[in-house]
């Protein structure tokens, strides 16, 4: 680029993704503005928008935000924890992988709400029955991207390992983990992901706070632009988390060639 001329606004790569929603607003703006739909049932992007900038000062807006990240921090951290020990503890282990199997087969395709009223009942609706309904979501897709990145070494390192004479320690740490990790993260952004659809489903049913809450409550109302806040405050926050766990996996895993 010549000296002083400037580059352009909007890099390429933000363009395209940028593109689609832009339109689709516009369109939804346009049909509102032309009473194609009933403000009552879906209001405006430039209504929902008004209403989010108003709960943001005064500060609703961030205080369910607040009680629902919680939850999610506290049920990611223990159901990707449990998910990523006994991952690894299966994947090092064919013997315990093979005792689980049905165990893990029966339960694995059980909807996380499924597991809500039950929780609600033994745990009651305190914070114990949502962060585990948490914990649950999160903990099977963490489980399977370890089992996985276990399971995707390449004999050639573990050969190499034994042929050194490298203890089972520095085999783990220095050979399988490394391998395992693109697996892993990958299992952390969807278990995020998951996370998020749990906390709001727990929150529907029983609690007095959160954003599943606010959504319920503003449905009861009938206030649809404070519920789509709602939604796109769940939206806004997961795709910012889903962000930093991508950054903290470029950086991490900068070796690895599938990551630009």
Not at 6 to 25: A, E, N, S, Y
Not at 51 to 73: A, C, D, I, Q
Not at 190 to 205: D, K, N, P
């Amino acid at each position: 680029m010549a000296p002083g001329k400037k580059g352009p606004i909007f890099r390429p790569g933000w363009t395209l993704p940028l593109l689609i929603p832009v339109l689709l607003l516009g369109f939804w703006q346009t049909a509102c503005d032309r009473s194609w739909f009933e403000s009552s049932y879906l209001p405006s992007p430039r209504a929902i928008a008004g209403s989010f900038s108003s709960m943001l000062l005064s500060g609703e807006l961030w205080g369910h935000l607040k009680v629902s990240l919680t939850r999610v921090l506290r049920g990611f951290a223990l159901g990707a924890g449990a998910g990523t020990l006994l991952g690894f503890s299966m994947g090092l282990f064919p013997r315990l992988e093979k005792a689980l199997s049905l165990l893990t087969g029966l339960l694995r395709p059980i909807p996380t709400i499924a597991w809500v009223p039950a929780l609600i009942l033994w745990m009651g609706i305190g914070e114990s029955s949502k962060v585990t309904v948490i914990a649950v979501g999160s903990f099977w897709p963490v489980l399977l991207s370890a089992l996985q990145g276990v399971r995707s070494v390449h004999p050639h390192y573990l050969e190499v390992a034994r042929v050194l004479k490298k203890n089972r320690w520095t085999l783990l740490t220095r050979v399988i983990l490394p391998s395992a990790l693109p697996s892993l993260f990958t299992g952390y952004r969807v278990g995020m992901g998951i996370a998020w659809a749990s906390v709001v489903g727990a929150e529907l049913i029983a609690a007095s706070s959160g954003i599943g809450y606010l959504i319920m409550y503003a449905r009861e109302v009938s206030q649809p632009d404070v519920m789509l806040v709602g939604v796109a405050a769940i939206g806004l926050t997961g795709l910012f988390i889903d962000w930093l766990l991508l950054r903290a996996e470029r950086k991490l895993l900068a070796w690895h060639r599938g990551l630009p």
